[in-house]
């Protein structure tokens, strides 16, 4: 027989069955029939609810019933989520361009149809300045309120930018450009050569830019690539632009002096009553000669004109009537002077060729391109210094180069050693006048020396 627990022994089995059903029969009558209480906080509850929908939908009848629903129990403010979607709405975008964007994709990024930027493009034929991007450039579009395209904008440069905007009671747009009232003043500047040129101007705060113009203005009886060793000196005084008190960039070189191998040379900026500019040497005669040196800026000579040269494909003596300068593929190529082109194609091993005349007497050859600048073809009028083809190595060439020659009366000549013809010097009736303009300008040279020159003396005499 089995022995009972204290627990049975105090509640029978029957008790604890009896209990069990009138517990559930009691919470059972909770459920179905609640205290007054209850019922009346019940109540309460269910009005207050009802009331505060009410006013809810009242006030803003496109409300979201689960934002609501979300206010009300949670008590929070959800105000901001229930705005119209107008309020959205930005009524200017900026964006700035990235690589790989067109205006296309910036007008789709705007949330415009391109159809739009068909009708302005085609009807405004300025409106195309908007089409050359470059990375990082920003352009800004303007709306109203109606979410219709009012203004693009874009800034070109530190001062200029450029609109399209829409004009009033029709959807066409118009072109407009503004430019920034800037501040010229002359700036002076000086450096020693120690390595390259341009590692010597950037020590002396010298833009790129301003460097290569005064390469430019040497070139002709400077040979930058070769020429240069180490303490020859340079200065100049140059236009430097400002905009609110801030530098945004420079103008042109006004006068500048450089030492090269202890020879010194002399530039001043002269316009004459004609309106036409060059630069000329302290006496007046020109800078410029009918030819530059060298048709390839900064480039390496790798072999030089020669008689009995071994040619490196072909593998025997076979004279060199021209001089080589390597660089990388894709580097620009200039004229040597002022003439007529006579051919630009293919020419045996030289491979794609420009030639061109030079009046009756000179002619000069440039091989191996990759290829020609636009415009250049048989019988097309070139200036001095303009590109007219890209270094390659097309034809019997063992890496990128151009192969240039020089010839006088036809018979090939050292273009390294040609003594070449200068242009024409001051006229008389200009000489007083420009005496009268230079010697202001290379003043301010010497002043300027001076001041640096005793500026160094006294930093080294307290060391």
Known sequence: MQKMTPTQKLYPKPHLLAASGLAALLCLSLLVYPSREVEAKKTFINIELEEQSLEQVTQDPETDLHVLTD???????????SQ???????????????SGDTLSALFSQAGLDNSLLHSILSTNKEAKRFTHLKIGQTVTFEFDEDQG???VSSPISAIETIYLEKQLDTDQFSFRKDVATTQTSEKYAQGVIEGSLFSATGKAGIPYGLALDMANIFGYDIDFAQDLRVNDEFELVYEEKTLDGETIGTGNILAARFVNRGKLYTAVRYTDKQGSTSYYAADGSSLRKAFIRTPVDFARISSRFSNGRKHPILNRIRAHKGVDYAAPRGTPIKAAGDGRVTLAGRKGGYGNTVVIKHGQRYQTLYAHMQGFAKGIRAGSN???GQVIGYIGTTGLSTGPHLHYEFQVNGVHVDPLSQ???????IHASEKKRFMEFSKPLLAKLDINKGTQEDTQLALNQQQ
Do not use: H
């Open 71 to 81: 206010e009300i129990m949670t008590g929070k403010d959800n105000s901001a989520l």
């Open 84 to 98: 119209n979607n107008n309020d959205d709405f930005q009524y200017k975008k900026t964006l700035t361009v990235n």
């Open 149 to 151: 395209l009012q203004t």
């Open 382 to 384: 070139v200036k001095q």
């Open 419 to 425: 003594k070449l013809p200068i242009s024409d010097p």
